[in-house]
């Protein structure tokens, strides 16, 4: 789609903003908004929470999928916000994080005060919220450039005040905002249609993975019960064990220690690197010295084939399998199974993808500061064991199965990609001005007041 220009255009002598409609002004935040900072009270005392209040902090506007915050993770009460002499800022402000993630934003849908990690931008004059709420949102690389700090990075209310944005006239902030509310509504939309199929595809996957590995290609071969309830029947020539019975070795993991982490060396490896369901070497823990690998080989040395399984954290149960010969080292979150002779190990890869032993995971894992699953928990949970050529049938099966369901999910990932740069583009476009959208849109509102 393509959108006509503005008449006449001028240098707005700032970098991010390039040239901007003649009739447009070019102003210091300050000059545009009144900056608010945020506090929080001296003593956690228990009165002060739980309170009328809404109190907003970065984390609550890093989660946000839309501009409007009425509700956050804590409230406070009005003795709390008088013990650190903040008060309620208006609906309609905007609510910035300037504490590291610095840009996340929001409008605050009812009155609320914040704590220090965020700042609030009281309009002046005739600001839109939205309008500018649009502009902001696309400039966090510049915020972020603004940051200063050692510990971590945090905008001061100068540097906030001082960053330099565009003030068109109130009709054109209201034009503006009500376009995008509109074009962004609709690419939104397109976004969720290719999230919903990629969650589709999951469960298609999850589906066919535990399809093959628990009754097999065949669909007419008879049945028995496994003695197992949360892997139900198998084929009947099928044997059932445990995983302790089909490894090399002992499941075991890396090291409980931390190392050093030289800028160069031998891959160290963790559950990040594992999280996506593959070995992702770019997610590495960091670089260990030949000697820590050494040492920590005499435990254990990757090997080709090997399984990983990710034992504690929000991803426990996620596996992935070894596919390299080069050297590497891996720490104590991940759990590594390898398979003996009368095993593929892709085979087993599988099952261990599939929706019973996942449940398995889940109904045997335990739970300290967060979830985990011990190695002997492992070892003793339940696998069907085909005969080894018929693993190795069933795994080139869901190998050819399961990139056609990958490859769909890959072009869905692209497209929320570029539809989110198309997004960005669009709002970059018309806040600056690039693009003249008075008229296209007439539902004055739509805009927050």
């Known amino acids: 789609m393509s959108f006509p220009k503005y008449c006449k255009y001028k240098e707005s002598g700032v970098r991010w903003l390039g ?15 009144t900056v608010v900072g945020g506090s929080t009270p001296k003593s956690e005392v228990g009165d002060y929470w739980d309170g009328e209040h809404v109190w907003v902090t970065p984390a609550d506007l890093s989660s946000l999928t839309g501009f409007e915050i009425t509700e956050s993770s804590r409230r406070i009460t009005t003795a709390g916000l008088a013990s650190c002499g903040t008060n309620l800022v208006p609906a309609g402000s905007i609510v910035l994080s300037t504490r590291a993630p610095i840009g996340s934003l929001a409008i605050a849908g009812t009155a609320l005060c914040t704590n220090q990690g965020c700042k609030s931008l009281l309009r002046k004059g005739c ?31 100068d540097a906030l005040g001082a960053f330099e944005v565009v003030e068109p006239d109130s009709d054109d902030q209201a034009a503006i905002a009500n376009f995008l509310d509109l074009e962004t509504a609709k690419i939104d939309a397109l976004v969720e249609e290719q999230q919903r199929l990629i969650e589709l595809l999951k469960e298609k996957r999850e589906a066919v993975i535990s399809q093959a590995v628990t009754k097999g290609l065949n669909p007419n071969v008879p049945m028995k019960d496994s003695g197992v309830e949360w892997l139900g029947e198998v084929p009947a020539h099928w044997t059932v064990s445990s995983i302790k019975h089909i490894v090399a070795s002992p499941v075991t993991d890396g090291p409980h220690e931390t190392p050093n982490f030289p800028d160069e060396g031998i ?3 963790s559950a990040e690197a594992v999280s996506s369901g593959r070995l992702d070497f770019e997610k590495k ?5 030949v000697e820590d690998h050494q040492r920590y080989s005499l435990k254990y040395r990757p090997q080709r084939g090997d399984i990983y399984m990710i034992k504690s954290g929000a991803t426990t149960g996620v596996t992935a399998i ?34 019973n032993f996942l449940e398995a995971v889940t109904l045997n894992w335990s739970f300290g500061t967060q979830q985990n699953i011990g190695m002997g928990v492992v070892e003793n949970l339940s696998v ?22 990958e490859l769909l999910s890959a072009e869905a990932e692209t497209a929320i990609a570029l539809l989110a740069e198309r997004r960005s583009a669009l709002i970059s476009a018309a806040v600056t001005g690039k693009i003249d959208v008075r008229g296209l849109v007439t539902q004055p509102e739509a805009v927050a007041a």
Request: proline share 7%.
């Open 19 to 33: 040239s901007v409609p003649g009739q447009w002004t070019v102003k210091a935040l300050k000059h545009v908004f």
């Open 127 to 157: 600001a839109h919220p939205r309008f500018y709420a649009y502009l902001l949102s696309i400039v966090g690389e510049e915020l972020n450039v603004r940051g200063r700090g050692t510990t971590f990075l945090e905008l001061s209310a």
């Open 267 to 269: 891959p160290f490896v």
């Open 285 to 289: 823990r960091g670089y260990i010295s």
């Open 322 to 355: 070894v596919e390299t010969d080069d050297d590497f080292n891996i720490w104590s979150p991940l759990a590594v199974i390898r398979c003996n002779g009368s095993c593929d190990p892709y085979f087993i890869l599988n099952y261990m993808r599939s929706r």
């Open 384 to 405: 069907p064991v085909p005969p080894k050529i018929e693993q190795s049938q069933i795994a080139r099966a869901l190998a050819v199965q399961l990139e056609g369901l």
